[in-house]
């Protein structure tokens, strides 16, 4: 079993809709979390970090459910420069390195 | 930008050969780690480097190895080449060390593109 499991997607939405992506990790010592948004043939970019009380940053919203081991993203109205691939990342405790899934590849459409 | 330049920028080589990637890390940090991002997959740990000492290590064969200099860049050299070491060779560099360690963020350069022929 993967550590880091996404749904490699394809999302394809159109302009304006509000998109979710899933994330599950095994380790239950996990620490700290983050979605980092790739665009293709580009190094991975930190879109956000995901805090225990779920957070927000502008059309994005992210949510971490530690019982389940469960991170969510939400991305409301769609825009086209937000087609990318988002890596679901967790960092556990004692560890420095990161351990990425494979990435959701979301496509807007016009 | 983040401030974390890598060269070259692509690289050619052949089965057997041995190759060295540069990084340069963000003004003010102390940490960097090399990643491995094979084509439709999430980056893999490599390695990481604090204070020129490596610091954990991925499930990477002993013929991937490491240096970091005093003024925290870092090189990734890889040995015997083989063709699955085609891939983007990713460096991110971060500041460890201090109380909110969870919370550190690593940024990443644009990568090498290694091809193994």
């Known amino acids: 079993r993967k550590e880091v499991e996404q749904d490699p997607g394809p999302f394809n939405v159109p302009e304006g809709a509000t998109v979710a992506f899933n994330c599950t990790y095994s380790?239950?010592?996990?620490?700290?979390f983050f979605w980092y948004r790739q665009d293709c043939r580009k190094e991975p970019k930190l879109l956000m970090s995901?805090?225990?009380s779920g957070n927000e940053d502008g059309r994005f919203t992210a949510q971490l459910n530690r019982a389940s081991q469960y991170i969510s993203l939400l991305i409301r109205d769609s825009k086209l420069s937000d087609s990318a691939t988002y890596l679901c990342v967790v960092r556990d405790a004692g560890r420095r390195a990161l351990t990425f899934g494979s990435g959701t590849r979301l496509q807007v459409q016009p | 930008e983040t401030g974390v330049t890598q060269s070259p920028t692509h690289l050619i080589k052949t089965r057997g050969q041995q190759v060295t990637l540069r990084c340069s890390s963000q003004s003010g940090h102390n940490t960097v780690s090399w990643y491995q991002q094979a084509l439709g997959q999430g980056p893999q740990f490599i390695f990481q480097y604090y204070r020129e000492e490596e610091n954990g290590r991925g499930n990477f064969p002993p013929r991937f190895s490491g240096l970091q200099f005093p003024n925290y860049s870092s090189e990734l050299n890889v040995n015997a080449l083989e063709l699955d070491d085609s891939a983007l060779y990713l460096c991110?560099?971060?500041?460890?060390?201090?109380?909110?360690?969870?919370?550190?963020?690593?940024?990443f350069g644009a990568g090498t593109r290694l091809s193994v022929l």
């Open positions: 995901v805090y225990s």
């Open positions: 991110a560099s971060s500041l460890e060390g201090n109380e909110d360690r969870g919370k550190n963020i690593q940024y």
């Open positions: 380790n239950s010592a996990s620490q700290s």
